[in-house]
């Protein structure tokens, strides 16, 4: 069995099939984590490299997110069976008042293909949401999204209201969306400020190395 076949069905965008064959290896007998690390991650690294490098596009990012997400709803009970434990734990969402979620939403996919669990609070979410989620799931990580000049402001009322919470020092913040800039991050005391979605999941995957 060649989990090769399964890397490229996601990098080819192609849910039917990925579907089809984690199925298949899992019942073969191949281990979830190797099916997980060998088809699922290594393919996402693969369309990080070529959104990067401008082979694929938002489209093609997003058809390959989605065929992925397949895959690891059917790996998702066996890791948790055998003890497979995610590389670090995310907080992710859009800021209050803003109801933008497709950049959010890649990001989010692109963790869960480099094995991290994310917890996607959606958008319009309010500092108090983010810090019960930090709270309640021990998270590593809280990434936050705007696409409006408007709403990126309550980034710094959610960096505040850790700061009040006693939660800043267990919490890397990451930040990213259209209108925000590497100064803007350090302005408001983030940890890191990721351009897009793949520099986002390097990004955390740095932070738990």
């Known amino acids: 069995m060649d989990l090769n076949q399964l890397s490229q069905s996601v990098i080819e965008g192609n849910a039917g099939e990925v579907e ?5 290896f899992l019942s073969g007998g191949i281990e979830p984590k190797d099916v997980l690390n060998s088809g699922l991650i290594s393919a996402m690294n693969v369309v990080g490299r070529k959104f990067k490098d401008g082979e694929y596009f938002l489209p093609e990012v997003l058809l390959s997110a989605r065929a992925m ?8 009970p066996e890791l948790s069976r055998t003890g497979v434990e995610p590389v670090g734990k995310v907080v992710i969402g859009t800021v209050k008042g803003d109801l933008h979620d497709i950049g959010k939403n890649i990001v989010a996919s692109m963790l ?8 996607d609070l959606g958008v319009d979410v309010s500092a ?4 019960n989620a930090v709270r309640e799931n021990s998270a590593n990580i809280l990434g ?4 409006l000049t408007t709403t990126m402001v309550s980034m710094k009322d959610v960096i505040q209201s850790l700061q009040e919470n006693n939660l800043r020092d267990s919490v890397e ?6 209108p925000l800039s590497e100064k803007y991050a350090k302005d ?8 897009d979605a793949t520099s986002a999941a ?6 738990v190395q």
């Open 20 to 24: 089809r064959l984690t199925k298949e």
């Open 69 to 76: 997400k397949v895959g690891m709803e059917i790996l998702k």
């Open 112 to 119: 869960e293909g480099a094995g991290f669990q994310v917890i």
């Open 128 to 131: 108090d949401k983010f810090i």
């Open 144 to 147: 936050m999204s705007a696409l």
């Open 173 to 178: 913040v990451i930040v990213g969306g259209a």
């Open 188 to 195: 408001i005391g983030a940890d890191g400020y990721a351009p």
């Open 202 to 207: 390097t990004l955390c995957k740095e932070i």
